[in-house]
């Protein structure tokens, strides 16, 4: 079965990096869109970043834009979330998304905890 494994979360000081990883199996990663979304704490979730199948397409939400980073490696079938100048609002749980033509499938998701 289809799986996304999310890992890298913790805590970190504001100003703080960390880098999260997707691992997918039980799909042909290469055909997927990926994406990174989150939920704080009484918030929906949002769309953090997005990325095309070939990694040449590339979107991020404005309130991440220039400080995260996400890439994708098709042979390990792994997409990441590299995180620079962390801020306390960045404070949630982070998903994996994969989609390809209406098949959608979730991780569990990994928290990440900004605060001094």
């Known amino acids: 079965q289809v799986q996304l494994v999310e890992s890298g979360g913790g805590l970190v000081q504001p100003g703080g990096s960390l880098r999260l990883s997707c691992a997918a199996s039980?799909?042909?990663?290469?055909?997927?869109?990926m994406r990174w979304y989150r939920q704080a704490p009484g918030k929906e979730r949002e769309l953090v970043a997005r990325i095309s199948s070939s990694g040449g397409s590339i979107n991020y939400a404005d309130s991440v834009k220039g400080r995260f980073t996400i890439s994708r490696d098709n042979g390990e079938n792994t997409v990441f979330l590299q995180m620079n100048s962390l801020k306390p609002e960045d404070t949630a749980v982070y998903y994996c998304y994969a989609a390809l033509y209406g098949m959608d499938y979730w991780g569990k998701g990994t928290l990440v905890t900004v605060s001094s």
């Open positions: 039980g799909l042909t990663f290469r055909w997927f869109a």
